[in-house]
């Protein structure tokens, strides 16, 4: 910053330093952004209320984290116009001497806004994965071993950047003689390293009880990329590391409001993605909705397909069924029966010689013009037989120990 310790008037200024000005091109990158990651949390919110599905824990954290990341874009207009972000700080000092004070106060601001954001947003990831997958190891490695860690990542941040130079003046007047603050490499180090390791092992943490689950592996494979989008917000993090750690190298030969522009770039884009990743797996039922409209299903009608039957694999009946005594079934038809079930996704008790009963689980039931329905089983086994209770849940919201009822049907069976 010592090349800003001078003053100049504007006159005796060349005319190609005048002209350097990157404030807007932030402005310009920075306002769509701010725009996706407030529709994307309200259509994350707006699908939750459309399919009557309570607001959760997880959806609160994002709003909140929303506000704030709100507030990072003030600050980063407010940084351009008031604290001459993008622009030399020689001509900062010409123009108002204040200017250098009152961007590194809205980088104070920033800096704890920063930290609150990706906090908050790690807490709602973490509060999805356990209405996901209620487990006991989902509790105790994600709120108390994660949310432990983020916690004190958050708390060391604040009150580093609280306290980073002393006398506390010092934090606003680089110039100031007397005093010291803190190495800014190692603070940027101990900042963005744990924060990254702690990103990777949030992203790791579903991977196991995905595992456990019994689906076929395409399904596992596409669950697994669902969960690893948060990959973005690593590499931006990492992006955002470099730009600090080249800044710090450069200090006091630094020009502070114009090599700032790339570390408060990625200072804001960074929790802006971390809002759109953690909000990206909730709207899986209006990508759903959108696949069956008529123009999806016109462009899809063209995509050859293959389909593969196995016994490990989802198989798909469609037309008249037969029940497992082998008599022809008809949803919904009268006749003598043995017994009646209703049928949405649940447990079909069958009889087996020697083995108890074997579980079976219809996930869906349609019209058809041939039979009255088509249905889609599962595999034997999908259903956890340690089920002691089911709760009543959104269609999005499957636990590992959870069955979700859509659709109800009537079905009897005939026995020889």
């Keep these: 910053m010592a090349s800003g310790a001078s003053r100049h008037s504007l006159s005796d200024l060349p005319p190609e330093l005048l002209e350097i000005n990157e404030g807007p091109r932030l402005l310009q990158i920075l306002t769509p952004m701010a725009v996706v990651v ?7 919110i707006g699908t939750r209320l459309s399919r009557r599905i309570s607001i959760g824990l997880d959806d609160w954290l994002i709003v909140i984290a929303l506000i704030l990341s709100w507030g990072t874009y003030a600050i980063a207009i407010l940084f351009v116009s008031l604290g001459g972000l993008g622009r030399p700080l020689t001509v900062n000092m010409a123009i108002d001497p204040n200017r250098l004070v009152a961007g590194l106060k809205l980088l104070f601001a920033g800096e704890i806004i920063y930290a609150t954001i990706i ?21 105790i490695g994600g709120w108390v071993c994660l949310g432990g860690m983020t916690t004190a990542w958050w708390l060391a941040i604040i009150l580093v950047v609280i ?19 803190i190495d800014n490499t190692k603070f940027f180090l101990g900042n963005s390293i744990p924060n990254i390791l702690n990103d990777v092992m949030i992203l790791c943490l579903p991977m196991y009880e995905i595992g456990n689950l019994r689906l076929p592996h395409g399904q596992r494979v596409a669950l697994v990329a669902v969960f690893m989008l948060g990959a973005g917000v690593v590499a931006m993090s990492a992006i955002r590391l470099s730009y600090h750690v080249k800044l710090s190298k450069e200090r006091e030969d630094a020009d502070f409001t114009l090599a700032m ?32 409209t008529r123009f999806c299903g016109l462009i899809c009608s063209y995509i050859p397909t293959t389909s593969k039957s196995s016994n490990n694999d989802r198989l798909s009946y469609r037309g008249p069924g037969y029940t497992i005594g082998g008599t022809p079934m008809r949803l919904g038809s009268g006749g003598p029966s043995t ?17 108890g ?14 039979s009255g329905y088509d249905i889609e089983i599962w595999p034997a086994g ?8 089911t709760r009543h849940l959104g269609c999005d919201e499957i636990p590992l120990q959870g069955v979700v009822m859509k659709t109800e049907a009537d079905w009897q069976e005939r026995r020889s």
């Excluded at 790339?262 to 696949?291: G, K, Q, Y």
């Excluded at 999908?382 to 002691?388: C, S």
């Design 119 to 139: 906090t908050v947003t790690k807490y709602s990831i973490l509060a999805m994965y356990y209405r996901l997958f209620p487990t006991r190891f989902m509790k």
């Design 382 to 389: 999908f259903a956890n037989e340690d089920q002691k209770e």
């Design 339 to 355: 017994g009646q079930q209703k049928m949405g996704i649940c447990q079909i008790s069958t009889a087996t010689s020697g083995s």
């Design 357 to 370: 009963s074997r579980s079976l689980s219809i996930e869906n039931a349609r019209p058809n013009e041939d």
């Design 261 to 292: 522009f790339n570390s408060v770039l990625w200072t804001i884009l960074e929790p802006d993605m971390a809002v759109i990743c953690a909000s990206l797996p909730t709207l899986r039922p209006l990508l759903t909705t959108l696949l069956k």
């Design 38 to 44: 407030t529709l994307v949390v309200f259509l994350r």
């Design 163 to 181: 306290f980073q130079c002393k006398p506390l003046a010092k934090t606003f007047d680089p110039f100031m003689a007397d005093g010291h603050c």
